[in-house]
């Protein structure tokens, strides 16, 4: 409930960019290795501007030549029509432009968006799990699809309406001046005055499309959570409660959808009736400039033209902030994944061990997810090859924590951890983890067939070891009742399975590793006692001559390890084998014989 009460505050309160300008350079930088054809799209985009200029100039000559001659000799029917075929080629040659630009645009920001892609995806591999643990799985997929996709939004579309608008309107002006300078003054009195009223509903909509995009990643999130853990809401009936909270998260969306999409679509409305108030000032000036000053009607016609051909690329260009900002939002949860600090890098003379041995000793170790609250105190054990070492006690003693520290995941804050003698923090991680394997209690299989799930433990593995694996794990005589045996197909999770097959295959995973450290978090929990019995000389075989550490809530499961720990509070408070934990009356023996219960 304190991570809901987290997301849904960080969902209400969404951000501003910090850094608008250091956002959008970096975004640039995905597009440096397409630099030749945005030069291209460029040039494209140039040619339609002035295709749409010259074309719109040319009504000028052909009305006061062709249609209404200044001279008040009859119109020119055979010269009209030529002239229109020229207007028409012009046109063409614009259309063809504005056609390559757009397919030239869409090709660079979908090569931008791939390596945005995979430099996000590169840098989520990188992360310590502390960042897994303390971020949703929800708001993590919404950075890779929603937040990228309106980066892409703006890379195919924004950028270029944004050059175009801005070239059009110099072109225009331009064209303006040079056909009459006094309605071009009642146009350029207007601009500022758009430009005011573009600003002022811009910066409205940055804060509430930053706002949006953080209360998308948290619905999304709920909606992943609730989805996997839906059996859970089931059994303890929570569907009204998970309704109430979703509805609120629901209705947070909406409010900062309400609010980014009005002020982002009040911009059209707002400039196009600005847009007619200059369009209209200008048709009566210009009338008048005809009457009293022998202004022509081609060029009024032209002017008028370009009236609304100025404003059309400021409502544009105005239209479109709300999308670069809504991308920029989206950008900056990208970036801030891909600012987090990875994994600390490897010591440059970090000790390969190969082979590795497994003699594991931690010597006084005291650790805390936060610094200022000690889960573990000052745990010192040995173990050493061929020797299974289990971990008993209550829920959130510490057991799982201890194979975190192993495996490295997390740094202790004291005391050290070694391996073979050397000290894990000078061990290369990748050698360290590819030397242990490890079983969980929540499995996870892959998308693909049964036998490239198993072989994931090992890559190099023969279909005949494979099966081997599964034979040991007792997981060969079920696969074999799948409709395609080891090809059957797992998808979801492995859905079509039991959670006990499920678990099964990991144990054959684990199995055809060759890590000589196996770590067992409630291995066999999902598994019934009958196929646990079933299994255990098949494990028995799998530890024979590996440095095993059991977590086991099940006791039966632990009475042959070579050593027992008891753990509570972070601290080991009682260690020996079965027959000398019962012996002493402790709480071992208490939880043995059911006096007290692993709570």
């Known amino acids: 409930m304190a991570r809901m009460r987290d997301r849904r505050q960080y969902a209400m309160g969404g951000r501003k960019p910090k850094n608008t300008r250091e956002t959008i350079r970096r975004l640039m930088t995905y597009l440096n290795e397409d630099k030749a054809k945005m030069s ?255 202004f022509d009607v081609g060029g009024l016609t032209v002017f008028l033209n370009f009236s609304r051909q100025f404003s059309r690329p400021i409502n544009e260009i105005s239209m479109q902030v709300s999308n670069v900002f809504s991308a920029l939002a989206g950008a900056e949860r990208v970036f801030a994944v891909m600012d987090e600090e990875p994994e600390p890098a490897d010591d440059a003379d970090a000790v390969v061990l190969n082979p590795m041995q497994g003699h594991v000793i931690l010597d006084h170790v005291t650790f805390g997810y936060n610094p200022d609250k000690v889960i573990l105190r000052d745990i010192s054990l040995y173990a050493k090859p061929g020797q299974k070492i289990a971990f008993v006690g209550s829920t959130g003693a510490g057991k799982t924590t201890i194979t975190n520290l192993v495996n490295r995941f997390y740094d202790i804050q004291g005391g050290s951890i070694t391996v073979d003698g050397v000290d894990i923090k000078h061990l290369n991680r990748k050698n360290l983890r590819e030397n242990i394997a490890m079983v969980l209690q929540d499995t996870h299989l892959f998308t693909g067939t049964v036998m490239e799930n198993i072989r994931y433990g090992r890559l190099d593995a023969t279909d005949e070891e494979v099966i081997q694996a599964a034979k040991t794990a007792s997981a060969h005589s079920f696969i074999m009742r799948l409709p395609h045996g080891y090809d059957t197909m797992l998808e979801g999770d492995g859905a079509n399975l039991s959670q006990g097959q499920r678990q099964l295959l990991n144990i054959a995973r684990a199995a055809i590793s060759k890590a000589p450290i196996l770590i067992l978090d409630e291995a066999t929990s999902s598994v019934d006692t009958r196929t646990e019995k079933h299994i255990e000389h098949g494990m028995d075989r799998l530890m024979a001559d590996r440095t095993t550490f059991v977590i086991a809530h099940r006791l039966s499961t632990v009475r042959n390890a070579n050593a027992i720990m008891v753990l509570e509070n972070g601290q080991i408070i009682e260690r020996g084998d079965h027959d000398e934990l019962v012996a002493m009356k402790g709480r071992y023996y208490e939880l043995y014989t059911g006096l007290s219960e692993l709570e």
């Open 40 to 294: 291209l799209a460029l040039v494209c985009v140039i040619l339609n501007t002035l295709g749409a200029l010259a074309g719109s100039y040319m009504l000028r000559p052909i009305i006061n030549t062709y249609i209404v001659p200044v001279d008040g000799s009859r119109g020119d029917a055979a010269g009209l029509a030529r002239a229109l075929g020229v207007m028409m080629a012009v046109y063409l040659i614009g259309v063809a432009a504005s056609y390559a630009q757009a397919k030239i645009m869409l090709t660079v920001a979908q090569n931008a968006l791939m390596k945005i892609r995979n430099d996000l995806f590169g840098k989520m591999q990188s992360l310590p799990v502390k960042f897994y643990d303390t971020n949703s799985n929800g708001d993590l997929m919404s950075r890779f699809t929603n937040d990228v996709d309106t980066i892409g939004m703006m890379l195919s579309n924004t950028l270029v309406q944004l050059f175009s608008g801005t070239l059009s309107i110099i072109g225009t002006l331009f064209l303006m001046l040079y056909t009459n300078i006094w309605l071009t003054l009642v146009t350029v009195v207007m601009i500022p005055v758009m430009m005011k009223a573009g600003g002022a509903v811009a910066r409205r909509s940055q804060k509430y499309f930053s706002a949006q995009q953080a209360s998308l990643g948290a619905v999304n999130g709920y909606i992943e959570e609730t989805i996997t853990g839906q059996k859970v809401v089931k059994v303890f009936c929570h569907e009204e409660k998970a309704q109430q909270e979703f509805d609120q998260l629901n209705r947070n969306l909406r409010d900062n959808q309400i609010r980014a999409q009005f002020f982002g679509g009040i911009m059209g409305p707002v400039m196009g009736n600005l847009s007619q108030l200059n369009y209209s000032l200008t048709a009566c000036i210009g009338g008048l400039l005809c009457i009293f000053r022998s």
